[in-house]
């Protein structure tokens, strides 16, 4: 079943803004996951955190986790147009299967 | 990095005949595969977990009959649409991990399925 909500469903911003979107889940996880989805393509890892961070980076992307409102957030900074895609949150349930979020449809325009 | 594949990348049928879907790991042994639905513009829906050399697990409301999964080696997995219908059409991924299931899944590239 799904947990992870996302908001908002979709985001157009233009090339050079950050992007911020959100995810909350219902149940208590071990780690949450965000990924990104092409236009009819698989899935790209983009980054974990752990149940005991607070937050995390790698390039242009911030995730931070908040346990106590089991809620995350993924901030892209100075987009571009290559981060056109769907952005999916997804967290572990207890057997350590993936539970996926909505989405966030994000377009960068040039 | 872990490379999984998927094949074929798309395929259309008729209604009523079975597809067959491939899943590879490509440079690790998958202990455990994914199955995966997706609907446009939407989520993705767990549909089975498989391990090598037993049976997969179901997720609830998915016909086990009707998506059959085989995890034959550490390296494939299969799932074969059995008559199918146009509402089967989808876009249907696979992933694995060479773990015990907590390591990172490595997702394959989709497979849509078109059933007419």
């Known amino acids: 079943s799904q947990q992870g909500e996302e908001d908002p469903q979709a985001l157009s911003i233009q090339e050079g803004e950050n992007a911020t979107m959100n995810c909350s889940y219902k149940?208590?996880?071990?780690?949450l996951q965000w990924y990104r989805q092409n236009s009819g393509r698989g899935l790209v890892h983009l980054i974990l955190?752990?149940?005991?961070?607070r937050e995390k980076h790698s390039g242009r992307l911030r995730v931070t986790l908040d346990t106590s409102k089991k809620s995350s957030s993924l901030l892209i900074t100075a987009s571009q147009a290559a981060d056109t895609a769907s952005y999916f949150c997804a967290t572990d349930r207890d057997d350590y299967k993936l539970s996926f979020g909505a989405g966030t449809t994000v377009t960068v325009r040039a | 990095g872990a490379v999984v594949s998927q094949h074929p990348s798309w395929v259309i049928c008729k209604s009523g005949t079975s597809v067959k879907i491939e899943c590879r790991s490509l440079d690790f042994q998958a202990t455990t595969m994914f199955w995966y639905r997706q609907f446009p513009k939407q989520s993705l829906m767990l549909m089975a977990t498989?391990?090598?050399?037993?049976?997969?697990?179901?997720e609830q409301g998915v016909e086990k009959d009707k998506f059959l999964i085989n995890h034959a080696s550490l390296t494939l997995s299969t799932l074969t649409v059995t008559s199918a219908h146009p509402e089967d059409s989808s876009f249907y991924i696979c992933s694995a991990t060479g773990g015990t299931g907590r390591d990172e899944q490595y997702f394959g590239p989709g497979t849509r399925l078109t059933v007419t």
């Open positions: 955190i752990r149940s005991n961070e």
């Open positions: 149940t208590s996880i071990n780690n």
């Open positions: 498989s391990n090598e050399g037993s049976k997969a697990t179901y």
